[in-house]
Nanobody, 111 residues
Framework: VQLVESGGGLVQPGGSLRLSCAGS????????MRWYRQAPGKERELVAT????????NYADSVKGRFTISRDDAKNTVFLQMNSLKPEDTAVYYC?????WGQGTQVTVSS
């Protein structure tokens, strides 16, 4: 199993980023996918979840209305669209599936 995130970077407050996570080595479409994040000095927290087939999505209260999780099973990829970014969204963002983690991608929100 391999999960590879991309799309992080430096963005100004109010800006947007789209994270991607490409999965391989398993039947991607059969599994729920999750995005977590970990800010410096803080515990890793669950940001968003999407069910298999993308029927159900759930979000942390801190990102509701700003972030959108989606998936493209034809490309074995899950996305996290992040809008109206705030400095407190600064963290390393990780993709997770059934006990496996990606390497993470850094998101920094700063002016």
């Amino acid at each position: 199993v391999q999960l590879v995130e991309s799309g992080g970077g430096l963005v100004q407050p109010g800006g947007s980023l789209r994270l991607s996570c490409a999965g391989s080595g398993f039947t991607f479409s059969s599994y729920r996918m999750r995005w977590y994040r970990q800010a410096p000095g803080k515990e890793r927290e669950l940001v968003a979840t999407i069910s298999s087939a993308g029927v159900i999505t759930n979000y942390a209260d801190s990102v509701k209305g700003r972030f959108t999780i989606s998936r493209d099973d034809a490309k074995n990829t899950v996305f996290l669209q992040m809008n109206s970014l705030k400095p407190e969204d600064t963290a390393v963002y990780y993709c997770y599936c059934v006990g496996y983690w990606g390497q993470g991608t850094q998101v920094t929100v700063s002016s």
